[in-house]
């Protein structure tokens, strides 16, 4: 990378892409997993529910689950999104900037009107931005948005997801959690490939149960989101010898 771009990369920078690779893969991670487990084992329903469908699949019970045969559970595929929606890995803004030219934000004109156009011009139709505006979606804010969602967002419920198309990659439709387009996540499909055979194979081998219950986890956002309290559990091996 220094020799081809010497102007850019020096060592400084290599260091930098290592430790996002190192804090970002853990982080995006951990995030969702431990959103999973806080919310599905507040609802015994949920638990038995993804547990039973994951037992008609996973033949081997003492061997990780396969990335394979996780995919193949269409109920963690909805725990899983609806996870991620409630807590994305990131909750502040995934900024870009406007290119050249400009954008216009939907609606979009229907006649005469393109990105290229003066801001008069479309300003009846949408939000015009200019060339080198900094522009951003909150994950976490637009996984809130009710129109969307509907009136109860703030209720982790797997059956928002039920009939909505199997997108692909995986979570595509969990909203922008990764980031999107050119710059998504560079570490999105490891993140996932590792929470979907993490949760599985803890589903399938152990019981667990939280150690209270009632408790509510606190989130404070710095940029990751960081869960304190509330996820104190008991885990043991799987009654019935699985």
């Not at 930098?16 to 487990?37: D, K, W």
């Amino acid at each position: 990378m220094k020799k081809s771009d010497p102007e850019t990369v020096n060592d400084t920078i290599i260091i930098s892409y290592l430790m996002i690779n190192l804090l970002a893969g853990a982080e995006t991670t951990a995030v969702p997993l431990r959103s999973v487990f806080y919310y599905i084992l507040q609802q015994p329903a949920v638990w038995a529910r993804l547990r039973q469908g994951l037992d008609t699949i996973v033949k081997d019970k003492i061997k990780p689950v396969t990335w394979r045969d996780a995919r193949l559970s269409p109920y963690l595929e909805v725990v899983m999104r609806e996870a991620t929606r409630m807590l994305p890995g990131v909750a502040m803004n995934l900024e870009r900037y406007v290119p050249e030219g400009g954008l216009v934000i939907p609606p979009v004109p229907t006649s005469g009107g393109n990105r290229n156009d003066a801001p008069a011009a479309v300003a009846e139709n949408g939000m015009f931005f200019p060339a080198g505006t900094i522009v951003g979606i909150n994950p976490y804010v637009m996984a809130c948005n009710t129109s969307v969602y509907g009136a109860d967002v703030d209720v982790f419920w797997p059956e928002h997801w039920q009939g909505v198309e199997e997108p692909e990659p995986p979570n595509e439709r969990g909203g922008p959690a990764f980031g999107a387009g050119a710059r998504v996540c560079i570490g999105k499909n490891l993140a996932l490939l590792q929470a979907y055979e993490a949760v599985a194979t803890l589903v399938v081998r152990y019981d667990i149960e939280l150690a209270e219950p009632t408790s509510q986890w606190r989130i404070t956002n710095s940029w990751f989101p960081r869960q304190e309290d509330g996820l104190d559990g008991r885990l043991n091996g799987r009654a019935g010898g699985h």
